[in-house]
C-alpha cells in the first residue's frame, strides 16, 4: 500500500511501544497504517509445511498482528489499518517493505543495562538500508510530548533529516531543536596549532544558520531553536533526547554490510538515545 506507515510487529514489548507511537504519527499525518509481521520458519528449523497441526509461526503472526490492531484502534480509532503476514527473513522483508512506505516503524528490540538500549540487528539493518525515514522506539514508550531534536552538521546528507524534522514538528504543532555539536580538529603531529576557539565556534554558528534558513522560510510557524554544543554529537544529541518527543538523525554510512551502512553518529543515537529515534537516510547513500 503506497503512502503507508508500516510498522513490524512480533507482539514483543519493544513492537508493541513501536505499534503506539505509530498510531499517533498516523493520525498525525493522515496517513494509513500497514501492520507487518515476518514468518522465518527456517531461523528455527521448523518446516515451511508441517505434515501435521498448525502452523505455531503464522499462529503466533496472527496473534500479533490482532494485538497491534486492537492496540492502534484503542488508541486512534480513526487511522486506517491494514495487516500482512509475509514469509522470509524479517530485516530483509522489512526493508524491501521500506519502498511501499512514508516511514518504517520498529520497536528497539532493546536491553536494559548500563548502556541504555541496545539496538536488535533487525533494527540496525533496516535503519542502515531503508530509503525512507526509519523510526526505532525503545520498550516502554508509551507517550509524551516534547520538542522534535534534529542533529545537524554541514554536510548535504543532513538536509533530508532537517527536512523530515521538520515536517514532525510541523505535525506534532510544536517546535524544532537543532542540535550542532563542535569539537577542534586535533593534529598530533603538529600539536603547536592552535585555534581561536570563538572565531571556530561562530564559524560552526554560522553553518547551522545556513543549513536553518530554507526550512525557516518553508515553515515560517514551527518555532526552530539553535542549539551549538561544544563536544562529541552523539553525547549532544543523546543529552538533547532527554524529554524530547523524536529525535532526527541523518545517515551517510556508506558501508556495504550490516550496520555499517549507519553513520557511527546514527548507531550510537540508535544505542544511547532515551526518546524514539528516526534515522533518515540521504539519497546519495541509499
Known amino acids: 500500500m503506497s503512502g503507508s506507515i508500516i510498522v513490524g510487529t512480533d507482539g514483543s514489548p519493544a513492537a508493541t511501544a513501536a505499534v503506539r507511537w505509530a498510531a499517533d504519527d498516523a493520525a498525525r499525518r493522515g496517513c494509513p497504517l500497514r501492520f507487518v509481521s515476518v514468518v522465518d520458519h527456517w531461523a528455527y528449523g521448523i518446516p515451511k509445511f508441517p505434515v501435521s497441526g498448525g502452523d505455531p509461526l503464522t499462529s503466533h503472526a496472527e496473534r500479533a498482528l490482532s494485538a497491534a490492531e486492537a492496540v492502534a484502534r484503542e488508541r486512534q480509532p480513526d487511522v486506517k489499518i491494514s495487516t500482512e503476514i509475509v514469509e522470509g527473513i524479517p530485516a530483509r522483508v522489512l526493508r524491501d517493505k521500506a519502498r511501499e512506505a512514508v516511514e518504517i516503524v520498529l520497536g528497539s528490540r532493546g536491553l536494559g543495562g548500563f548502556a541504555g538500549i541496545v539496538v536488535g540487528s533487525v533494527s540496525t539493518h533496516v535503519a542502515g538500508h531503508a530509503p525512507c525515514p526509519v523510526v526505532v522506539v525503545r520498550p516502554g514508550w508509551s507517550g509524551g510530548r516534547g520538542e522534535i531534536v534534529v542533529g545537524v552538521d554541514d554536510s548535504p546528507e543532513c538536509e533530508p533529516a532537517l527536512a523530515y524534522a521538520l ?40 553553518v547551522t544558520r545556513e543549513k536553518l534558513a530554507d526550512p525557516r522560510g518553508r515553515c515560517p510557524e514551527v518555532p526552530v531553536r539553535e542549539e551549538i554544543v561544544y563536544g562529541h554529537p552523539v553525547d549532544a ?33 540508535l544505542h544511547h538515545a532515551e526518546c524514539p529515534v528516526a534515522v533518515v537516510r540521504s539519497p546519495s547513500s541509499s
Not at 187 to 195: F, K, Q, R, S, V
Not at 239 to 266: E, I, T
Open 167 to 206: 515536517e514532525q514538528a510541523k505535525a506534532h504543532g510544536g517546535a524544532l531543536r537543532a542540535v550542532h555539536a563542535w569539537q577542534l580538529p586535533a593534529h598530533p603531529l603538529a600539536p603547536e596549532i592552535t585555534y581561536d576557539v570563538e572565531e571556530v565556534r561562530e564559524a560552526h554558528r554560522h
Open 237 to 269: 544529541l543523546v543529552q538533547a533526547s532527554r524529554g524530547a518527543g523524536l529525535l532526527v538523525v541523518g545517515s551517510h554510512g556508506r558501508g556495504a554490510l550490516g550496520s555499517a551502512m549507519l553513520g557511527s553518529v546514527s548507531r550510537g543515537v
